[in-house]
């Protein structure tokens, strides 16, 4: 039986992981090679790195961060955050990511999901959509409205609508987050992860809100996820991956317990 | 020196990697003259199974692995390696290499597990194996261990004693095979942390007999 999957995201900001992040274990917390080797250690089943550096200059050090991440940890990765073009994904997969992430451009271009896929596969093309309630209207029927360029710029695009077309494009997995859950530790938005996981047959992860592991346990049941992002609750330590996963698993969920 | 065998079927430098990371020196090579002189060969693979024969037949690499099949020589297939190895593929209705005798079938669709959720394909994520047959491919690994699969398709040996281990994913699948001086994961070895580690050192130590 297939398990549900645990995967911590890193933001990455000039070849440095970004946020105040407190371990009690010795680790170089900025260095994110560091921290994909202990998150690998602690079982994550996969890891999702987010490049949010601001100049296209400098993209080279992540392609670097990419190469020594896929030198250092030996499960499957993505990488996501400004990519544009069919190029900057084979930069990112030659590297040595297992899958690539498209949010804002793929809005812009859904093409790019096409030809990422036709070029490398379905399996390496993950689309990222960040998503707003803002309630049912003519154009947003789900009421769930897609949101670009880091949750500043509405696209009169409906949530659902946009998941199955980037399914039919090719998107071998689904990156769902919830600007409305995001940030707050609260719990994942159910509803709208329910509503894209029934009518997708691609995997979708479910992303932000995640505060404790009661909130996974939500997630990966009633939200009927495949997989579950997290960030703050393992960056500070609140949560180890071994005590989530024997949580999950202690509530009947298919989680790996060995690594 | 082990060949990892290029053919356009998808990236092959985590395989690269990992056998680096055990200290085995591998090359990526489409040379058959690299692929003779080695020691063993992994035949890796991510994609579509016609797209990977075309390619395989163009380039002649077909005959040099069924040559050096024949020969004795260890080999790994691992994900679209394994399914090209088969007799014939469901997918775009391919005539494979031939080595295992045996077809690769596509999941149905409208797969379900127990509690009833509708299962997805392909076949994503972390999934144990079944042990059916010892093997020295097996070495050092536990009955917990899970392994990383992202698949459509998988392979139906005729002789069901070459099914090393299976997988559940709705219905009962071959995740490993064992025919002769062949072996092939269904699953993604190099991705599959320690325990695909540990299988990878496995099949790099081992002196099929005969």
Request: aromatic share 8%; with cysteine.
């Amino acid at each position: 039986m297939l398990s549900k999957r645990i995967i911590p995201c890193l933001d990455v900001r000039n070849g440095r992981t970004t946020k105040g992040i407190r371990f009690k274990d010795n680790i170089d917390i900025g260095d994110p090679v560091e921290m994909a080797r202990y998150y690998y250690e602690q079982g994550a089943d996969e890891i999702v790195f987010y490049d949010i550096t601001a100049s296209h200059e400098r993209r080279g050090i992540m392609i670097d961060v990419v190469r020594r991440v896929a030198e250092t940890i030996f499960i499957p990765f993505s990488v996501g955050g400004g990519i544009q073009r069919v190029d900057d994904m084979r930069e990112v997969l030659l590297a040595g990511a297992e899958k690539v992430s498209v949010n804002s451009a793929a809005v812009r271009n859904p093409e790019i999901i096409a030809q990422g896929a036709e070029a490398f596969g379905s399996q390496c093309i993950v689309l990222g959509m960040d998503v707003k309630h803002v309630g049912p209207a003519e154009r947003i029927p789900s009421g769930y409205e897609v949101v670009i360029d880091g949750g500043r710029t509405y696209m009169g695009m409906d949530a659902l609508e946009w998941a199955l077309r980037a399914e039919r494009l090719g998107a071998g997995e689904i990156c769902l987050n919830s600007i409305d859950a995001d940030g707050t530790q609260d719990g994942y938005e159910l509803k709208l992860t329910a509503l894209i996981s029934e009518r997708v047959a691609i995997p979708v992860i479910a992303s932000g809100g995640a505060g404790r592991p009661e909130h996974l346990r939500d997630v990966l049941t009633v939200g009927q996820a495949d997989a579950a992002l997290i960030a703050s609750m393992v960056h500070y330590g609140t949560y180890p991956i071994p005590e989530i996963k024997a949580y999950l698993k202690r509530c009947g969920i298919p989680v790996r317990m060995t690594w | 020196m082990i060949a990892i065998i290029d053919y356009n079927a998808g990236n092959l430098t985590s395989v690269a990697r990992a056998v680096a990371h055990l200290g085995f020196s591998g090359r990526i090579t489409r040379e058959a003259q690299d692929i003779r002189r080695s020691e063993r060969i992994i035949f890796p693979g991510v994609g579509a199974a016609g797209a990977a024969m075309e390619s395989l037949r163009a380039s002649g690499l077909d005959a040099v692995l069924q040559e050096q099949f024949a020969a004795g020589k260890p080999i790994l297939g691992i994900c679209l390696g394994t399914q090209v190895i088969m007799g014939h593929s469901e997918e775009n209705d391919t005539a494979c290499l031939g080595i295992v005798p045996g077809r690769v079938r596509g999941f149905p669709p409208h797969l379900t597990d127990p509690s009833g959720q509708r299962l997805k394909i392909p076949h994503m994520g972390w999934n144990r194996i079944h042990i059916q047959r010892h093997h020295p491919l097996l070495a050092g690994l536990s009955l917990h261990d899970e392994f990383y699969f992202v698949h459509s398709y998988y392979p139906v040996p005729e002789d069901p004693s070459c099914v090393l281990a299976s997988s559940d994913y709705g219905i009962g699948f071959a995740s490993l095979l064992g025919y002769r001086n062949l072996v092939a994961t269904q699953f993604h070895l190099e991705k599959s942390g320690r325990p695909g580690l540990r299988m990878l050192q496995n099949f790099c130590d081992w002196e099929p007999l005969g």
